[in-house]
């Protein structure tokens, strides 16, 4: 499947939680940055993607915690799996080696619209349902 050129922000990614969206409409805008920058700010831009999404899944991880959402360990091994991934493939930039990184930012369009349409939705009512203060927000 060839990479997308683009990724953009759409109604149907927002969840009705207000710093859950904000946090996601920050990730699409910096995966679009991605998707089309030149070799010399791949890896500034992917350190800055993977500390954004170290912070975007541990506050996720929180609310989970604090809400008691049941599929939590579903949830936390998925965004494991993708921080550990990201942060794989920056090192590997870093060396100058940046075809790993480029496929991983390729897919990362397909994985989030996945993600947002499964786990962040099932969070996302949960939160609301227990009354989080993330959903009041
Ligand atoms: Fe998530």
Known sequence: MPAPERYTWDSHLEKGIGPMDAT???????????????????????QALAE??????????????????????????????????????????????SEAARQLVAQLPAWFEQHSATMDNALAMHLRHTGHPAARG
């Open 24 to 46: 996601h409409q920050e990730f699409v805008e910096m995966v679009d940055g991605l998707l089309s920058c030149p070799d010399t700010e791949l890896v500034e831009r992917l």
């Open 52 to 97: 954004h999404t170290r912070e975007h899944f541990a506050q996720e991880d929180r609310w989970m915690a604090e809400s008691g959402f049941p599929p939590i360990a579903i949830h936390e091994e998925e965004h494991r799996r993708v921080l550990s991934a990201m942060e794989q493939v920056l090192t590997q930039a870093r060396q100058g080696e």
